[in-house]
């Protein structure tokens, strides 16, 4: 699995120039799946999401988590963070968990963030979709964790 995730002050996605799921400031993380991910690889990335302590305090200090600020989470999922470019010029995606596969731990993912409260709301984008996102990035503060890195823990 690999995340990418964006502390925003707000972002959106559309799809046909439809609104599907809108934030303030918090969090918009893009979701891969890969073949050999499992439960136990979203439940190890949710506890990273919780403390990750991101957001500036008082002092300008990244102390905060998000339930702290009282942000929202908009998760999207994106199969191409899987490409593998190393050979010719048009991506592989070998690595990118099948669509069955990949939505089911996108939805798992999504509903722990629901059941456990990770954020002030979380929405979400439309699985397998043709989508647009905008945000507004905050910092730019940007971070990628990778299953491959956190298993070697």
């Known amino acids: 699995m690999k995340l990418v995730i964006q502390r925003v002050n ?11 799921g ?4 918090g969090l918009l993380v893009l979701v891969g799946v890969a073949a050999d991910d499992d439960e136990k690889i979203v439940e190890k ?12 305090d008082e002092n300008g200090k990244t102390n905060l988590s998000l339930a ?3 942000g929202s989470v908009l998760l999207i999922s994106q199969f191409t963070l899987y490409a593998d470019c190393r050979k010719g ?12 596969h990949a939505e089911r731990l996108y939805r798992y993912l999504l ?21 647009q996102i905008a945000l507004v990035n905050e910092g730019p503060f940007t971070l990628v964790l990778d299953s491959d ?3 070697r823990r």
């Open 10 to 20: 707000h972002a959106n996605v559309k799809i046909d120039g439809e609104e599907v």
């Open 22 to 25: 809108k934030i303030n400031k």
């Open 45 to 56: 990335y949710f506890n990273k999401l919780i403390k990750l302590r991101i957001f500036e």
């Open 68 to 70: 702290e600020i009282e």
């Open 89 to 100: 010029n048009r991506p592989s995606f070998v690595k990118a968990g099948k669509p069955e």
């Open 111 to 131: 509903e722990t963030c629901r059941r456990e409260g990770i954020g002030k709301t979380v929405e979400e984008g439309v699985f397998g979709a043709d989508m």
């Open 149 to 151: 890195e956190l298993q």
